[in-house]
């Protein structure tokens, strides 16, 4: 099934703004929902689902404000429950995400399969995380929505797989929706994705950058200043594949050209040591993450003004397409 018409008449963008664990809020979702994007976030962002439903409480009754208001449906919000087997809060969190009747899902760093009944039971669109043509393959048997294609470049856990390639060998195999992450820096690139294929873009690392972000100042100031060689592919942090900001790992009295390679690193034990000289180097609270699309981070805007920009960006591109 493609992206249903009565969503994407909802949108100002074809475009989702990525979970990012420790910096998607409330403040950033409402701004990107009423801005006409998918705001999206991690379940996990809550210390406790007690948290999960007062922020999803405050979040559907803004956005039901914000209808009242404008006379206009804002873009849905939708949470992100990471999967991974040792989430041992998938069950708590998911029961949340149902008694709010949210319409729209992604889950991530494992199978959706476990959650996928509940969820089409009620009538919510999911869309999985995937980072190879298996993942994508199993995902779809579990009976997804869309697929989001973490390609090489996206920040945070990172994929591995040149995105023009990801793109067209799931297309030759699959219909329905899909969504194109990493490395998407301006409306220029959601344009191109929507050439390749995709249904939508995500950004993650550009909505970092905004007043609404939990991040904190000075992480957003070294996104500004940083550029894409600034960014790190390592194992070392997570034990995965990971893009981290090479001056964060300095800043945290680390060498990023010689992190040790075996396993992850204990990241206490590490970091300790620069944490007797510098009191408030909080372990890897300090050391950030930020994708290829760094490079496309010049200020820290807010977010209906990223979106305006990259509305703008993305009209352009569309005109210069038709005029070729
Ligand atoms: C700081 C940070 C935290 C992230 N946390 C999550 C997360 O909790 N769940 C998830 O599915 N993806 C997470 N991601 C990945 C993003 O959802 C998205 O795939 C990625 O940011 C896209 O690449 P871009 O940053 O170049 O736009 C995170 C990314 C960053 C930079």
């Known amino acids: 099934m493609p992206l249903p018409a009565s969503l994407k008449s909802r949108l100002s963008l074809p475009l989702i703004a990525a979970p990012m664990f420790l910096v998607s809020g409330p403040a950033l979702v409402k701004a990107a929902c009423r801005a006409g994007v998918i705001g999206s976030f991690p379940t996990a962002n809550c210390r406790t689902v007690?948290?999960?439903?007062?922020?999803l409480a405050e979040m559907t009754d803004d956005l039901k404000r914000a209808a009242d208001e404008t006379g206009r449906a804002p873009a849905p919000l939708c949470p992100n429950l990471i999967v991974h087997r040792s989430n041992t809060r998938v069950p708590d969190d998911l029961a949340a995400v149902l008694r709010h009747e949210v319409e729209l899902v992604i889950t991530s760093v494992g199978s959706p399969e476990p959650v996928m009944k509940p969820l089409k039971d009620a009538?919510?669109?999911?869309?999985a995380d995937v980072a190879s043509v298996?993942?994508?393959e199993k995902a779809i048997a579990a009976g997804v929505d869309g697929l989001v294609l973490l390609t090489a470049g996206a920040g945070g856990q990172t994929g591995w797989v040149n995105p023009f390639a990801f793109v067209?060998?799931?297309?030759?195999f699959w219909d329905g929706i899909v969504v194109m992450a990493g490395g998407m820096a301006d409306g220029q690139a959601i344009a191109a994705a929507e050439t390749l294929g995709c249904d939508l873009a995500y950004m993650g690392t550009k909505f970092i950058a905004t007043r609404e972000s939990l991040a904190k100042d000075a992480y957003k100031e070294m996104l500004v200043k940083s550029r894409l060689d600034d960014v790190l592919l390592t194992k070392a942090f997570t034990g995965l594949e990971?893009?981290?900001l090479r001056p964060s790992i300095a800043a945290a009295g680390l060498d990023p050209d010689n992190l040790p390679m075996r396993g992850a690193i204990d990241i206490a034990k590490d970091i300790n040591a620069s944490e007797r000289d510098r009191p408030d180097a909080k372990r890897w609270k300090d050391i950030w993450s930020?994708?290829?699309?760094v490079s496309g981070v010049a200020d820290v805007p807010s977010v209906a003004e990223l979106v305006r920009r990259t509305a703008d960006e993305y009209a352009a591109a569309k005109r210069s397409v038709q005029r070729v």
């Open 50 to 55: 007690e948290q999960l439903d007062g922020w």
């Open 123 to 127: 009538g919510c669109l999911v869309l």
């Open 134 to 136: 298996r993942h994508a």
């Open 168 to 172: 067209r060998a799931v297309r030759t």
């Open 242 to 244: 990971t893009n981290m």
């Open 290 to 293: 930020a994708g290829h699309s």
